[in-house]
Nanobody
Framework: QVQLVESGGGLVQAGGSLRLSCAAS????????MGWFRQAPGKEREFVAA????????YHADSVKGRFTISRDNAKNTVYLQMNSLKPEDTAVYYC??????????????WGQGTQVTVSS
């Protein structure tokens, strides 16, 4: 029953940076692996990155490796996505989600509402 509230999206020029935040409710946040996904207009939802419950394990999609970094602060019940060297093709609605038990997570639930990221040329 975790609730996720995303923030940090906006309009940025190519090459710029944004940091997305996803604040979770509940004291059980630290028991969840977490993930970031994105969906561009007319495209399927795409996996971006995942992080284990402790933060010790991460995985980033090839399309964002070296540019995006997922992290979490369990004391603040928050997961982050630091996005650097943004490209126009990164434009999408970004969602965070809580992972089902296991690593890698076999599935996700408790999706956030999404935050729009727009990267201009």
């Amino acid at each position: 029953q975790v609730q996720l509230v995303e923030s940090g999206g906006g309009l940025v020029q190519a090459g710029g940076s944004l940091r997305l935040s996803c604040a979770a409710s509940g004291r059980t946040f630290s028991s969840y692996s977490m993930g970031w996904f994105r969906q561009a207009p007319g495209k399927e939802r795409e996996f971006v990155a995942a992080i284990s419950w402790s933060g010790s394990r991460t995985y980033h999609a090839d399309s964002v490796k070296g540019r995006f970094t997922i992290s979490r602060d369990n004391a603040k019940n928050t997961v982050y996505l630091q996005m650097n060297s943004l490209k126009p093709e990164d434009t999408a609605v970004y969602y965070c989600a809580a992972g089902h038990p296991g690593w890698p997570p076999p599935g996700f639930g408790s999706w956030g509402q999404g935050t729009q990221v727009t990267v201009s040329s």
